[in-house]
């Protein structure tokens, strides 16, 4: 079975729908390896977004581009 395509306007469209919330995100980092993690979309930009993960013992912010979104690798869901 075909999966149904996306765009990248539709990925910036959900992200942006997202602005300034809670989101929980799911990054696949190859090897059977998921990495599991809730946190702020603090930042949309042209070309990336970036999450402000709530573990106190992060520092800084995640980036991801909008094609790591339509191809799989990450994964964002609103809480």
């Given at each position: 079975?075909?999966?149904?395509?996306?765009?990248?306007t539709?990925?910036?469209?959900?992200?942006?729908?997202?602005?300034?919330?809670?989101?929980?995100?799911?990054?696949?980092?190859?090897?059977?390896?998921?990495?599991?993690?809730?946190?702020?979309?603090?930042?949309?930009?042209?070309?990336?977004?970036?999450?402000?993960?709530?573990?106190?013992?992060?520092?800084?912010?995640?980036?991801?581009?909008?094609?790591?979104?339509?191809?799989?690798?990450?994964?964002?869901?609103p809480?």
């Open positions: 079975m075909i999966k149904p395509t996306k765009k990248i539709d990925v910036k469209q959900m992200v942006k729908s997202c602005s300034a919330r809670r989101v929980a995100v799911r990054v696949n980092l190859g090897r059977n390896k998921c990495l599991h993690y809730s946190g702020v979309l603090s930042g949309i930009y042209p070309a990336l977004f970036t999450v402000k993960p709530d573990d106190k013992d992060f520092l800084g912010k995640t980036a991801y581009s909008y094609s790591d979104v339509l191809c799989g690798n990450v994964k964002i869901k809480l």
